[in-house]
C-alpha cells in the first residue's frame, strides 16, 4: 500500500528557511516520480518541482528554482523539500505526491497516482 506522508510545516519569517519532509511506502524511489505541489488560499494547486529518478532530473517551477531544492535519504524513506528564501506569498499547503510515470506534464496533477495529505507553510512576520 502507497502512503505518503508529509511534515515540517509551520511558521517562518520572510527570508527564513524551512524543510519539509515526505515520508513514503510501499514503492521505491527508482520506480516512482516524486513531486511537491502547493495550494494556497484563492489559488489553484500549482506544481513546486519534481525529481525523476528514472533519469535523475529535477524539474523546477520558474518562480522557486533557485530557492527550492530536493533532496532524497533512501535509507529512511524520506524526500525532503527545503526552501529558502521564504516569502509571504510562499504560503500555502504543500503536498508531496508520487507519479509512476509522468506523461506529459509534471505539473499536471493527474500525472500523480498518490497524494499526502499536506502540510501548512505560513510565511509571515
Known amino acids: 500500500q502507497v502512503q505518503l506522508v508529509e511534515s515540517g510545516g509551520g511558521l517562518v519569517q520572510p527570508g527564513g528557511s524551512l524543510r519539509l519532509s515526505c515520508a513514503y511506502s510501499?514503492?521505491?524511489?527508482?520506480?516512482?516520480?516524486i513531486g511537491w505541489f502547493r495550494h494556497a488560499p484563492g489559488k489553484e494547486r500549482e506544481g513546486v518541482l519534481c525529481?525523476?529518478?528514472?533519469?535523475?532530473?529535477?524539474y523546477y517551477a520558474g518562480s522557486m528554482k533557485g530557492r527550492f531544492t530536493i533532496s532524497r535519504d533512501t535509507a529512511k524513506n524520506t524526500v525532503y523539500l527545503q526552501m529558502n528564501s521564504l516569502e509571504p506569498e510562499d504560503t500555502a499547503v504543500y503536498y508531496c505526491?508520487?507519479?509512476?510515470?509522468?506523461?506529459?506534464?509534471?505539473?499536471?496533477?493527474?500525472?500523480?497516482?498518490?497524494w499526502g495529505q499536506g502540510t501548512q507553510v505560513t510565511v509571515s512576520s
Open positions: 510501499g514503492f521505491s524511489l527508482d520506480d516512482y516520480d
Open positions: 525529481f525523476s529518478s528514472k533519469n535523475d532530473r529535477t
Open positions: 505526491a508520487a507519479a509512476e510515470s509522468i506523461a506529459l506534464d509534471w505539473t499536471a496533477e493527474y500525472e500523480y497516482e498518490y
